[in-house]
């Protein structure tokens, strides 16, 4: 440190001599251009470090108002952060060096100071309280950092489990309850693909900003990581004052966001648990408020969920299919069934339906309805998606080859797959693969799947139509039916709904919707089935508006490789799908 960055000394001498030699030996050399104040006792040295700011404090251990010690601790109260050097007599080296103990930097013995070693002790002083001062800031970051989100500067996880304990302990001795409440943003994964994370962080920093202005001082927000954030309420009178809470932060959250030119919006899934009812710990808690907002999220999102016991039921369930997912594919425990499409005009069947069945090893047969859901959670549709492909594909391909009449395979395919990057490229590779010709596959998508980024599915619908891959609209009737995005999309056929199909016998509202179904589509060129098709009334109604083909179990039922390759052989019996001398089918006509 340079001799220039010393220009302010507080000497605190009662000694008038010992004070005057200082001055000379500071005033020695002019350029140094200190300013030195005297003062001499420890109340006026206060009084001067609570007006001005001082470089450095020679000080004294034998004042009026202050000896040894208390001197030292006395100074360093008024100034903790100015580089203290004490002075002292020969016969107190002992205290001195207890005075750096407590903080001082140095210590110069009366009687042998000379102005080098006085200017040398001074400049190493300030230096040395310098690196004091980085060090404990450095110590504070660490400690900080350790404790807080580095993007959102919110309690971690570690500070936040802290906190609950506190919260807890002082909850049960005052018997009050407290409530933790676990949000997930709904949306957020969308925006931080689309835009990118630097976007999405400062989407998460303004998040983070508007949970803080919707709790009290006494509550916490905590940033678990990702898109994920826990709110402390502490001192609740009752459990329906987190629900007001919960219902605030959920308005607080979806209201727009501008970032970077872009309007942004994301809304919330939120779970509540309350302590004492829902939890004793901290673990506890927080691990059944993050089962009920996966309920929240369960029930249509932008919603929040108290936690239920019997969550916990739902919840230890969801991971046992969840680990069993995740060996099942190794295990071979997947099988495909297949399902046929019949044509109600030739009554031969049209084509067929791969169906994922699961075999658990301890369970037996798990729904897809069950474990489909989850694999699209925990990501592992993607690598079960492409197994279902590449068998589907290699099982047509060897009914082709052995001369069974399969006109067409068709494979359900999720939103999460079919957005994949690689989806395209694994497709044909699929094809490629298993020699398949593509007029053969036929692929399933949802109306959801579809509308959502609209210019993208544009794109690989027309790559996929360019070589000869077949798309069919799944579920039609339950989502946009929008006549727009038929005409925009390249689709070859439209499914009807089976929740349409049942209510065929009542000729109500949802028979007028079947009707409708099949003249849109009989007016855009497309082909129409109807699924879930379970009765002979079915049938002749469907029929007789001229529907295509039609799926269900009256025909037959999902059936494994090598039962359905004898039906490709024999056909449907003909007693399921004759049924042109039925009185059902006048009626039907007739309405």
């Not at 490629?432 to 593509?438: K, R, S």
Request: hydrophobic share 45%; charged share 25%; glycine share 6%.
């Amino acid at each position: 440190m340079s001799k220039k960055c010393i220009r302010a000394v507080l000497l605190v001498e009662d000694n008038p001599g010992d004070a005057r030699l200082l001055r000379e030996m500071l005033d020695e050399e002019g350029s140094f251009n200190t300013q030195l104040t005297h003062v001499q006792c420890m109340r006026d040295a206060e009084q001067h470090l609570a007006a001005h700011a001082v470089d450095i404090i020679l000080l004294d251990l034998g004042l009026p108002d202050a000896q040894g010690l208390a001197a030292v601790q006395r100074a360093h109260a008024a100034a903790p952060d100015v580089p203290l050097v004490v002075l002292t007599g020969l016969d107190d080296e002992s205290v001195a060096a207890q005075a750096l103990q407590e903080g001082a930097q140095d210590y110069l013995i009366k009687g042998q100071i000379e102005t080098r070693g006085l200017l040398r002790a001074l400049r190493y002083a300030i230096e040395r309280k310098t690196m004091e001062s980085a060090a404990l800031a450095m110590t504070l970051q660490m400690a900080h950092s350790a404790e807080h989100d580095f993007l959102t500067g919110l309690p971690n996880r570690m500070l936040l489990n802290d906190r609950v304990d506190q919260a807890i302990a002082f909850a049960a001795r005052h018997m009050n309850k407290i409530a933790v409440l676990f949000l997930d943003l709904d949306g957020f994964k969308h925006i931080n693909d689309s835009l990118g994370h630097p976007i999405g962080d400062k989407l998460l920093q303004s998040v983070a900003q508007r949970l803080s202005a919707c709790i009290r001082g006494s509550d916490s927000v905590s940033r678990q990581g990702g898109d994920e954030f826990v709110v402390l309420l502490l001192e609740l009178k009752q459990p329906e004052d987190a629900a007001v809470s919960a219902k605030r932060i959920l308005q607080a959250v979806a209201q727009p966001y501008s970032i970077d030119q872009h309007d942004l919006h994301v809304t919330a899934s939120i779970g509540v648990s309350i302590y004492p009812d829902d939890g004793l710990d901290a673990e506890t808690l927080i691990k059944n408020t993050d089962t009920a907002m996966y309920q929240a999220k369960d029930n249509g999102r932008r919603s929040f969920q108290f936690f239920k016991p019997v969550m916990n039921v739902q919840a230890v369930e969801r991971q046992f299919i969840e680990e069993g997912l995740r060996c099942a594919l190794e295990r071979r425990e997947f099988a495909l069934h297949y399902q046929p499409k019949v044509n109600l005009m030739t009554e031969a069947i049209s084509g067929v339906e791969a169906l994922l069945r699961w075999d658990h090893p301890a369970r037996g047969l798990i729904a897809p309805s069950q474990f489909i859901p989850v694999a699209e959670d925990c990501g592992l549709i993607l690598p079960i998606g492409t197994w279902v492909l590449r068998q589907a594909c290699a099982q047509a391909k060897a009914w082709i080859d052995s001369g069974l009449p399969v006109t067409s395979m068709a494979v359900n395919v999720s939103a999460i797959q079919f957005r994949d990057k690689n989806f395209l490229d694994g497709l044909l590779a699929i094809l490629a693969e298993t020699g398949l010709d593509p007029r053969y596959l036929e692929l399933e998508l949802t109306e959801g799947v579809l509308i959502k980024h609209a210019e993208f599915t544009a794109a690989i619908l027309q790559i996929l139509r360019k070589r000869g891959v077949h798309v069919t609209v799944d579920d039609f009737g339950t989502g946009y039916s929008s006549l727009s995005y038929l005409q925009r999309f390249p689709v070859d056929a439209l499914k009807i709904d089976q929740s349409f199909v049942r209510q065929i016998s009542t000729a109500g509202d949802d028979t007028t919707i079947v009707k409708a179904i099949i003249g849109m589509a009989r007016g855009l060129q497309l082909r129409v089935i109807a699924e879930g098709v379970e009765t002979l009334e079915e049938v002749a109604f469907l029929r007789a508006y001229r529907c295509e083909e039609a799926q269900g179990y009256y025909f037959s039922r999902p059936v494994p490789a090598r039962q359905f390759a004898m039906l490709l052989r024999n056909g449907i019996p003909e007693s399921r799908v004759t049924v042109h001398r039925l009185p059902a089918m006048a009626a039907a006509r007739a309405g």
